[in-house]
């Protein structure tokens, strides 16, 4: 019988591996890259289980930094990829209008590909719920830097955003 600690580290993954490959993708990472970390990481997380006071920070900086030994070029943002990273609720819309919220979700992670390294980086910790003083404190810059890359990364995407609705308008 699996033991109370065996339990706990088993419902965190399930939890929380889609979450963690979302956060590696929208950094920049490929999926088999992110699966890959992910995995690596999970394993040393659960090898340091009761250690470890905040095991879905910890994993997503220790999935981070395997990834990014693991990269040898830069990375193409490949919607597949992206939409295989994505965790996706499944509601009781049409399977049209599920098809186009999808194609919303992916084209807006798509979007966020185009930004630079660090606030892609920003844009996946604030997507997992972070505020920007923890944020800071994780990646070990000041707040006010998260805050001022945070605003400039929504700024732009916002751009892009109605730059890519306007081109679609203008082409249907």
């Not at 920003?122 to 605003?151: C, F, H, Q, Y």
């Amino acid at each position: 019988m699996p033991s109370a600690h065996e339990d706990e580290f088993d419902a965190f993954f399930r939890q929380e591996i889609s979450l963690l490959l979302r956060h590696l993708v929208v950094q920049g990472f490929g999926l088999q890259a992110a699966k890959d970390a992910a995995q690596e990481a999970m394993i040393e997380l659960h090898e340091q289980w009761s250690s470890v006071r905040n095991p879905a920070a910890w994993v997503r900086i220790a999935a981070r930094r395997r990834a990014l030994r693991r990269r040898e070029q830069e990375v193409r943002h490949d919607a597949v990829a992206l939409a295989a990273a994505t965790h996706l609720d499944i509601d009781l819309r049409t399977p049209e209008e599920e098809v186009a919220r999808k194609q919303e979700h992916q084209d807006a992670l798509g979007l966020v590909g185009t930004l630079p390294p660090v606030q892609r980086q920003i844009m996946a910790w604030t997507w997992d719920g972070d505020k920007p003083t923890e944020i800071a404190l994780r990646l070990g810059i000041p707040a006010d830097t998260v805050r001022s890359n945070l605003r400039h990364a929504r700024n732009r995407l916002k751009q892009l955003w109605a730059e890519s609705r306007e081109e679609e308008s203008n082409d249907g």
